[in-house]
């Protein structure tokens, strides 16, 4: 979705060269720390801003050349939600129907019962807490059916039932409606938790890009150090599992990590011992995804 993309301000690229892809029904963080160019990146992706170099593609279309095509699959809250607060939820969301083609009662009710506001939406927003104005804006992006839904720090000033609350309902959106989700945030253990996937970066540029959690069916993944005699001839075994992802190999004392779910270690080992491959010791990996994106950025500061 994101190829090459680049943004140069006063001579100097704020995004440099970045790219990556999201799928549908899951749900990727993008971090980085404090200018990093997150918000740079997010506002490229939905138009707000020109790029200098490279494209962003949404279901084929492509931002500049196409935008009106493009950004009919994008739903997205850019910093925070605004609503017309002596109007209701509900009439709130009719307002934004009105501006837009094909969404009719029954989808605003879907969206509606989808984010939990089914017993708040004929209340006016101004008696909504932060949270359900969040949760009524996510509705208002989702309601004409978007491929790929754009949120730039949803939590942000929740409290914690409010982001455990949030996180569950991004979770069940991206299952129930097959929607692709990039969240961008600066709360590391939440985007563990909520997040099948993460891409990192730092001072515009691809840091790495990883797969945390679970993977997009759901299934918890699990990351593994297994030392072995040849590293080469263990890549070659690895290869014919197409869900087992290798983040790293060391060479220099036969170590190699791999992403995978639980029930695929017995298979892997046993296919190892058949190509002949001596198995020294097999390590899960604990660390967190704070100490992990620490390593990554050099412990620069998240924000």
Known sequence: ????????????????????????????GLLGPNGA???????????????????VHVQGHNVQEQYVEAIRHVGGIIENP???????????????QRMSEGVTITRI???????GLQDAIHRKVRGYSLGMRQRLGIAQALLHN???????????????????????????IARDEGI????????????????????VI????????????????GEELTTLTIRVHDTELAERAISKFEDVQLLNHRHTDGSIVLQLTEERIPELIESLCESKVKVYRVEENKSSLEE????????????
């Open 1 to 28: 979705m994101v190829n090459g993309v680049t943004k140069t301000i006063g001579g100097k690229n704020i995004v440099d060269r970045l790219s990556f892809e999201i799928r549908r029904g899951e749900i990727v």
């Open 37 to 55: 160019g997150k918000t740079t990146t997010i506002r490229m992706i939905v138009g707000l801003i020109g790029i200098s170099g490279g494209s």
């Open 82 to 96: 605004e609503f017309y607060p002596y109007m209701s939820g509900y009439d709130n969301l009719r307002q934004y």
């Open 109 to 115: 009710m879907e969206v509606v019962k989808l984010v």
């Open 146 to 172: 978007p491929s790929i839904l754009i949120l730039d720090e949803p939590t942000n000033g929740l409290d914690p039932a409010g982001i455990r609350e949030m996180r569950d309902y991004l979770k069940q």
């Open 180 to 199: 692709a989700i990039l969240v961008s945030s600066h709360l590391l253990s939440e985007m563990e938790l909520m997040c099948s996937r993460v891409v």
């Open 202 to 217: 730092q001072e515009g540029k691809l840091v790495t890009e990883r797969s945390i959690g679970s993977s997009i069916t």
């Open 292 to 303: 992990e994106f620490l390593k990554w950025t050099g412990g620069n500061r998240i924000a």
